[in-house]
Antibody, heavy 119, light 106 residues
Framework: QVQLQESGPGLVKPSQTLSLTCTVSGGSISSGDYYWSWIRQPPGKGLEWIGYIYYSGSTYYNPSLKSRVTISVDTSKNQFSLKLSSVTAADTAVYYC???????????WGQGTLVTVSS | EIVMTQSPATLSVSPGERATLSCRASQSVSSNLAWYQQKPGQAPRLLIYGASTRATGIPARFSGSGSGTEFTLTISSLQSEDFAVYYCQQYNNFLTFGGGTKVEIK
């Protein structure tokens, strides 16, 4: 059974960089069948795709966030990571990592981690 | 960007009744459409992909239909555990989600 677990600071100051890591267990991140996504959900609102990465390091980002997002992968640790720069209160959200079947729907999700942007 | 619009925003249904949720895409997404269920404090759960294929372990009372720009999720007989928020998501061009439909107890 594949499991994903997000980790990182729950509080980030405005203008700083949000950094999260997703650890994958029960399966290899290097499998060629999957893309690995970050998705977020502001409190009480809907879901927003941030971007995804292939094990080779190829990335695709939401155009609305592209200038501030970096997603990377560490196959030796079976992890992938998110960096979001110049954060504001609007970036406060639950951040999910998820496994995508190709670059499509997500079949496994982490439990999510709340990141609050506040001074 | 493909915009996904879900209706209604809230659907009040009695247990045992049928629920019909709609999702519209701003341009054709072919059959590249998924549905998710989300309960409070939980991650979304994949229900349907390819517009009409149930994911592993999803009960047969959930069905999806449509193609192009118009899609429907039907829950044939609502059970207590089905009251939740439902999201559609297109994956024809990157990923975008609809705003969600909350299915509540009438």
């Amino acid at each position: 059974q594949v499991q994903l677990q997000e980790s990182g600071p729950g509080l980030v100051k405005p203008s700083q960089t949000l950094s999260l890591t997703c650890t994958v267990s029960g399966g290899s991140i290097s499998s060629g069948d999957y893309y690995w996504s970050w998705i977020r959900q502001p409190p009480g609102k809907g879901l927003e795709w941030i971007g995804y990465i292939y094990y080779s390091g190829s990335t695709y980002y939401n155009p609305s966030l592209k200038s501030r997002v970096t997603i990377s992968v560490d196959t030796s640790k079976n992890q992938f990571s998110l960096k979001l720069s110049s954060v504001t209160a609007a970036d406060t959200a639950v951040y999910y990592c998820a496994r995508g079947i190709g670059y499509s729907y997500c079949d496994y999700w982490g439990q999510g981690t709340l990141v609050t942007v506040s001074s | 960007e493909i915009v996904m619009t879900q209706s209604p925003a809230t659907l009040s249904v009695s247990p045992g009744e049928r629920a019909t949720l709609s999702c519209r895409a701003s341009q054709s997404v072919s059959s590249n459409l998924a549905w998710y269920q989300q309960k409070p404090g939980q991650a979304p759960r994949l229900l349907i992909y390819g517009a009409s294929t149930r994911a592993t372990g999803i009960p047969a009372r959930f069905s999806g239909s449509g193609s192009g720009t118009e899609f429907t999720l039907t829950i044939s007989s609502l059970q207590s555990e089905d009251f939740a928020v439902y999201y559609c998501q297109q994956y024809n061009n990157f990923l975008t989600f609809g705003g969600g439909t909350k299915v509540e107890i009438k």
